[in-house]
Every structure is written in structure tokens, then in C-alpha cells.
């Protein structure tokens, strides 16, 4: 089933706000001026952050998969706690649901966009002249971020925040 990607975010709207947060966060943590912010609105692109551009490798890094990190660590410290008592004591109250929803939500919305993918990459490329080991490591992740993109259109990014909320958990019990 095809569904547009607004309707989705508007489903997910959580994992949109995180998302910009995390870029947001990173630029503070790491002293790059964000200029403007959208953590959610009803079109597209439905949020972003403006911040200025940087000479530091590690700070495009950082900035470009934050949302990778922080969203996918959201996910699991938000989803575990709920999916214990959910599967440990079969309690399903509508909290429980509600923490679920909102941790896979945050999941879903983990990989950095192509726009965050293409600055990485073309940062790496000029980073990597000089052999820095975070901008070689880049090159796959780039890869694996527009892979994900891609296959958002069959569920992918539903995958990654349900294997994280719900497999991980359930790994660990």
C-alpha cells in the first residue's frame, strides 16, 4: 500500500520533532549557528533546520546523522519500558500503546534525509583526501542512508523503528 510521505509524517509527527531536534542539537553541540528551525508544519519539506555551513568534518558528521543516533536511542529507551510489561504481564493499556506508538514513531524517522546524505557525502569526499578514518567510514553509511530512503516506500523506516521498539525488546527478554 502507497501512502504519500507527508500523510505519513503527519501520522508520525513525533518522529519529525525529534528528528529536527537531533540536527538542531548536534549544531549547538558543536557550535554551528542554526540561522532557522521547523520542527513540524503541514507541507513539505515537513521540518527542517538551517544552520551555517562548517569546516569541521566531524561537525557535518555529526549534524547530518543525529537524528540517526538520537532518534534510534529515543526509540528503544521509549519502547522498552512499554513493550515489558506489554509482552512480560500482557498488559495492554492505552498508555502502553500511546509509548509504543510514540517510540516507533521517533524510530521511523532516524534516517537522515537524502539533502543530509548528499552534504555527507560530498564532505567525505574532500575529508577523506586527507585519510581523516570518520569521513571512509561515511562512504557506507552514505550508502545505507539513501538504500533506506529509497526503500521508505516499502516500509523500510516502518521496519527499522518496529526491529528497534519491538525486536530489540523482545531480543532482550
Known amino acids: 500500500m502507497i501512502i504519500p510521505g507527508f500523510v505519513i509524517a503527519w501520522l508520525t509527527f513525533p518522529g519529525v520533532i525529534v528528528h529536527e531536534a537531533a540536527h538542531m542539537l548536534f549544531c549547538k553541540l558543536r557550535g554551528v549557528a542554526v540561522f532557522d528551525v521547523c520542527f513540524f508544519r503541514w507541507e513539505e519539506p515537513v521540518g527542517y533546520v538551517l544552520h551555517e555551513e562548517t569546516d569541521s568534518f566531524t561537525s557535518v558528521f555529526l549534524v547530518s546523522v543525529g537524528p540517526f543516533i538520537l532518534n534510534s536511542l529515543l526509540c528503544v529507551v521509549i519502547c522498552f519500558p512499554a513493550y515489558l510489561p506489554m509482552q512480560v504481564f500482557n498488559v495492554h493499556s492505552p498508555l502502553l500503546l500511546f509509548l509504543m506508538w510514540l517510540g516507533v514513531s521517533i524510530g521511523m524517522h532516524a534516517f537522515p534525509s537524502n539533502q543530509d546524505a548528499s552534504v555527507l557525502w560530498s564532505e567525505a569526499k574532500k575529508a577523506a583526501r586527507t585519510l581523516n578514518p570518520l569521513a571512509i567510514l561515511s562512504f557506507p553509511l552514505v550508502v545505507v542512508i539513501y538504500a533506506g530512503n529509497l526503500l521508505s516506500i ?20
Open 154 to 173: 516499502v516500509w523500510a523506516d516502518l521496519i527499522y523503528g518496529l526491529a528497534l521498539g519491538v525486536g530489540l525488546p523482545s531480543l532482550l527478554l
